[in-house]
């Protein structure tokens, strides 16, 4: 961005250079390390207000250097002029590093729809209540970006996830929304190796096939052969079509596990099968 270009930006939105500073020179409580929130000058407040800013205040962070960019909120605005104070994660992210000039400009992002995230660790498969977990940490990050790495944390143990994906934008408001949230193998995943399977009377996969003659009757007729009778691996492996694959989806009542006929159908079907039996003409042995 040259300067011509600066300058007329700043007439009709909040757009600005500061150097940037970790959060943790500051003995501040709103220097929260965890999300991705920052302290601005009061100034940057001031001239906020004046182009009627829309809340929540989000933000672009560009690296001017390497043109990578971000996006974070406001905690504060008690920064000394000139400066913002950002987590240490987020400059790592950004690429940038104590003193350095990002360029600031107000944005406005869609609600969050849907977030793909990738933990690091295998770790995370053994949190055992995920969704409340996510649901505190992401108190602390007002928007989400694709491409970058957050940090949440269970008592002292922090869990560290890739953000894959976002819907509808690749950034995104992540406040007061209910998202959908889907997740992807952890990158220290291995998948197991395949079982091999037995054949049903225990022998091995490798075993030849016993009679395999061909069947014929004393009397000349045609065989008649029975219908084959399907495996249990593959009764087992069977999937309906159309059925759609469920997601974790945060704030919405979980569905109930199963479906199929009602247990008075069942019975009302078993009933009528019932009638249908000893049809026939009834006799008796004295008559």
């Not at 390497?66 to 987590?87: D, K, L, Q, W, Y």
Request: charged share 20%; net charge negative.
């Amino acid at each position: 961005m040259d300067f011509e270009e600066y300058l007329n930006l700043q007439s009709r939105t909040f757009v600005q250079y500061y150097r940037c500073l970790p959060l943790s020179l500051l003995k501040k409580e709103n220097a929260d390390e965890d999300g991705n929130r920052v302290i601005m000058p009061l100034s940057a407040l001031d001239r906020l207000e004046r182009l009627n800013a829309q809340y929540p205040m989000l933000f672009q962070i560009k690296n001017p250097s390497t043109e990578r960019v971000t996006h974070c909120g406001v905690s504060v605005f008690s920064a000394n002029e000139g400066f913002i104070h950002m987590p240490s994660w987020l400059m790592t992210h950004l690429g940038v590093v104590e003193n350095e000039i990002v360029l600031v400009r107000s944005t406005s992002l869609p609600t969050a729809t849907f977030i793909k995230l990738q933990p690091h660790t295998k770790d995370f498969l053994n949190v055992s209540y995920p969704r409340e977990l996510l649901e505190y940490n992401f108190r602390k990050f007002p928007c989400v970006t694709a491409g970058e790495t957050i940090a949440v944390t269970e008592g002292e143990r922090w869990y560290y996830l890739d953000v894959l994906e976002a819907q509808p934008a690749d950034a995104v408001c992540s406040l007061d929304t209910d998202c959908a949230v889907d997740f992807a193998p952890p990158l220290d995943y291995v998948e197991p190796p395949p079982r091999v399977v037995a054949s049903q009377q225990g022998g091995s996969v490798d075993e030849p096939a016993r009679f395999t003659g061909v069947a014929a009757r004393m009397d000349g007729k045609p065989v008649e052969q029975p219908p084959p009778t399907p495996s249990p691996a593959a009764a087992v492996n069977a999937v309906a079509p159309g059925v759609p694959k469920r997601k974790v989806r945060f704030g919405a009542p979980s569905s109930a596990a199963g479906s199929g006929v009602s247990k008075g159908k069942a019975e009302g079907a078993g009933g009528k099968e019932q009638e249908k039996r000893f049809t026939g003409t009834q006799y008796s042995l004295n008559s």
